[in-house]
Structure formats: structure tokens, C-alpha cells
């Protein structure tokens, strides 16, 4: 079955950079749209960012100039390149993608179990 794995989550000071990576396996023929949504405490699930297989990319207004989102479809792989970090991006990040599967003969969107993202002075 379709697995994404996300890994690059820790804690980082305010300003700071971190770089979420978003690893899909199993036996995908293609991926579509990929994306990035965080879920804050308190706070309900919002779309961070995301990417078409054309390169094609949409960001919340929140994080637009600091955040940047890109893809390696040679790996299956979505990156999230968070820049000048504030206290307010702390959530749980989680990845998401349209995957066409063999396995399933079908698109499924699936869902990464998330990666923490901590930002504290």
C-alpha cells in the first residue's frame, strides 16, 4: 500500500529554518497534487502549501515568502522549506498527496502521519 513518511520536524528558534521532507512509497504510478497542512493547538487543520506534478504551487497567505514547497518526482518526494520561523508555525505538519497506485489500480489521497514543528526562543 501507498505510505507517505514525513521527517525533518524538531525544534527550532524563532527566524530560524527548517527543511520537511515527505517521502511516498509503494507501487505509485503517478502523484498529482502533493501538499503540506499543519494543525496548530487549539487550531483547526489549514493547507500550508501545495504542488501540482506541473510545479504549479499555492500557499496560505500566512506563510507566503518565507515558506517554500517543492517536489522530486524522480523519488516521490515533497519538500517544505520553512524560512524566518515564528512561534505562530508551531504545529504538527502533515503531508499529503493524489497518488495513483497499482496496487489499488486507482488515485487515493493519502495522508502522512506528521512530523512536529516546534518554534521557541
Known amino acids: 500500500q501507498v505510505q507517505l513518511v514525513e521527517s525533518g520536524g524538531g525544534l527550532v528558534q524563532p527566524g530560524g529554518s527548517l527543511r520537511l521532507s515527505c517521502a511516498a512509497s509503494g507501487s505509485i504510478f503517478s502523484i498529482y497534487t502533493m501538499g503540506w497542512h499543519r494543525q496548530a493547538p487549539g487550531k483547526q487543520r489549514e493547507l500550508v502549501a501545495r504542488?501540482?506534478?506541473?510545479?504549479?504551487?499555492n500557499y496560505a497567505d500566512s506563510v507566503k515568502g518565507r515558506f517554500t514547497i517543492s517536489r522530486d518526482n524522480a523519488k516521490n518526494t515533497v519538500y517544505l522549506q520553512m524560512n524566518n520561523l515564528k512561534p505562530e508555525d508551531t504545529a504538527v505538519y502533515y503531508c499529503?498527496?493524489?497518488?495513483?497506485?497499482?496496487?489499488?489500480?486507482?488515485?487515493?489521497?493519502?495522508w502522512g502521519q506528521g512530523t512536529l514543528v516546534t518554534v521557541s526562543s
Open positions: 499529503n498527496g493524489d497518488v495513483g497506485s497499482w496496487q489499488a489500480q486507482r488515485y487515493r489521497e493519502v
Open positions: 504542488i501540482t506534478s506541473g510545479g504549479s504551487t
